[in-house]
């Protein structure tokens, strides 16, 4: 297997991040150092980070209702507390994507750096949707239908979403991208301020129909994935119903 492949796979990093570790020179290989992210290597091949010996460990995907207050990374740097707190399994995970501090509701965490991937790069196209709150209530047409074609952000134009009105001021979107606080800044760049934000889907997984012992997710709550669960986030285009 190649050599970023492997790293991904050994829950080490992304497969992007892998490639920069590779390039930085912080990979050895048999204890040489090995700058070749195509470079051919098995579990016999002595991959080493920062030499500290790297070994595929088992692959786990949970699922977290988030509370609002955590982030998003596997360690924050203020002290805050982070997603990766509220989940209960022994394997170091990191989350898939972002949410903001204050938005809650569904974000995945794993060990499985292909698979965050996959989930994550706008090529994939895995749909995420948000309820919005958003003030002044309600949404003039104009505004959906910007929402919709895309709105001009200042890292460039939003890709076409589609977007409904579940009542006045809750929006319904759903987008194949993930920049950065993107829907807080779609809303803001149509004139409208988001006061709540929640995720409720991500592929092919629904926040509603995520139970566990029978009942939804609570907030802070989460439950690691299914084997079949995990088959269909996999291929959430071949299957697009939701669990
Ligand atoms: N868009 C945002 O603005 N914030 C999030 O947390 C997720 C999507």
Redesign the pocket.
């Known amino acids: 297997m190649r050599l970023a492949k492997y790293l991904a796979h050994a829950g080490v990093a992304s497969r992007r991040r892998a490639e920069l570790l590779i390039a930085e020179g912080r990979v050895t290989v048999g204890g040489e150092p090995s700058i070749d992210p195509a470079r051919d290597v098995d579990e016999s091949s002595g991959v080493a980070v920062d030499g500290k010996p790297v070994a595929i460990e088992e692959r786990e995907v949970w699922a977290l209702n988030k509370p609002a207050g955590f982030v998003?990374t596997a360690r924050d740097t203020h002290g805050r507390p982070t997603v990766t707190e509220l989940v209960s399994s022994r394997r170091r995970l990191y989350p898939v994507g972002?949410?903001?501090a204050?938005?809650t509701g569904l974000i995945l965490l794993t060990n499985d750096g292909e698979l965050a991937e996959r989930l994550t790069h706008p090529r994939h196209g895995v749909e995420?949707v948000?309820r919005?709150h958003v003030e002044p209530r309600p949404v003039g047409e104009p505004a959906l239908r910007q929402l919709r074609s895309g709105v001009e952000l200042d890292d460039g134009q939003s890709a076409a979403a589609r977007v409904r009105q579940l009542e006045p001021g809750l929006l319904e979107l759903t987008?194949t991208e993930?920049?950065?606080?993107?829907?807080?800044?779609?809303?803001a760049a149509v004139g409208h301020r988001?006061v709540a934000?929640e995720?409720i889907a991500f592929g092919p997984l629904h926040i509603d129909r995520l139970v566990e012992d029978g009942r939804r997710l609570g907030e802070g709550e989460s439950r690691r994935l299914t084997a079949a669960e995990v088959e269909r986030l996999r291929k959430p285009r071949v299957d697009p119903r939701r669990l």
């Open positions: 998003s972002r949410l903001d204050d938005t995420k948000y919005a987008l993930g920049r950065k606080r993107q829907v807080r800044r779609m809303c988001v934000l995720r």
